[in-house]
């Protein structure tokens, strides 16, 4: 019974779980594709009269005064055209949002089916066991898996906050790792932890602590297609190109820099492997100790 009714509920739970990993990454690349219809209006705004005005008018103070009010403004139009970090975080944690709660219905189906299939048998441990309590003891299953496997900490936090339907810190996190470990180039300028002092970076700018460099490098960039002819497509052109750079960091991961000693990032694509691995791994040793009495 196990083998022929239990076993293929779980496998089910897998495959959704998975196409659901699948739809959720999906969704983050829909995302990114959005920011770089921004591109395009972003450059030809940057590059007319008014801008150039408002940046020269800006400089004497900024010189004077060290602010950075130049910065700001350019990467107020950033903001507005292409992508903030708060609008970046948040289509991230939308998405997992929509994960979670793919993945909660998918367990649910399956201790349903598990619950039928079990009905005529003298089995109380399944028969009694409500979502909710089951659920608890997904989460708890995947904390200990985590504690031995001993992964890296955005990983364990994006499998335990998915396993749990409780989110809101994950995607800051992702977010962070993916920019802080970057170690990329654009215009000549390096976008990463060396760029934005090891992780600090600027306060200012829609790119926010951690990565307002970016700011500072697209002020750079205006700046200079400024003294040339086709101002507006090279802008452009290196935007896009920073925006691939951002997408396949998020997605694919960003390989160990060993010569500054900052580990790999996995990328949200692995990181969602895991966590169905992870789940799976879970459903099976709860519902095997539930129905037979041992370990999977």
Not at 40 to 52: C, N
Request: charged residues 20%; hydrophobic residues 45%; negative net charge.
């Amino acid at each position: 019974m196990f083998d022929d009714q239990v076993v293929p509920a779980i496998r089910e739970a897998d495959l959704a779980n998975r196409a659901a990993a699948e739809r959720c990454l999906a969704r983050i690349q829909e995302s990114f594709q959005r920011y770089r219809q921004g591109v395009k209006p972003f450059a030809e705004d940057v590059t007319g009269l008014g801008s150039k005005w408002g940046v020269l008018r800006r400089m004497p103070g900024d010189w004077m005064n060290g602010s950075n009010s130049v910065e700001a403004f350019i990467s107020g139009k950033l903001e507005l055209y292409v992508f903030s970090a708060q609008e970046i975080q948040r289509d991230i944690d939308a998405s997992l949002a929509l994960l979670r709660e793919d993945i909660e219905a998918s367990r649910h189906v399956m201790l349903r089916k598990v619950k039928v299939a079990t009905a005529g048998l003298s089995l109380p441990a399944i028969q009694n066991l409500d979502t909710q309590t089951f659920s608890q003891q997904v989460i708890e299953k995947v904390r200990d898996f985590s504690t031995e496997t001993a992964v890296d900490g955005v990983t364990d936090l994006v499998v335990i906050e998915v396993a749990s339907g409780i989110g809101g810190y994950a995607a800051e996190q992702v977010f962070m790792a993916m920019l802080v470990r970057i170690g990329t180039t654009a215009g000549g300028a390096t976008v990463g932890s060396a760029a934005v002092g090891g992780g600090a970076g600027s306060a200012v700018g829609p790119l926010g602590t951690g990565i307002g460099t970016i700011g500072g490098l697209i002020v750079g960039l205006v700046i200079d297609y400024w003294l040339s002819a086709h101002a507006k497509a090279n802008l452009g052109k290196q935007l896009m190109a920073l925006i691939d750079q951002i997408e396949n960091a998020a997605i694919q991961g960003v390989p160990e820099r060993t010569n500054d000693e900052i580990d790999a990032y996995p990328g949200l694509k692995r990181v969602l492997r895991i966590t169905c691995e992870e789940l799976n791994r879970a459903n099976q040793e709860i519902l095997k100790q539930s129905i037979l009495g041992v370990k999977a």
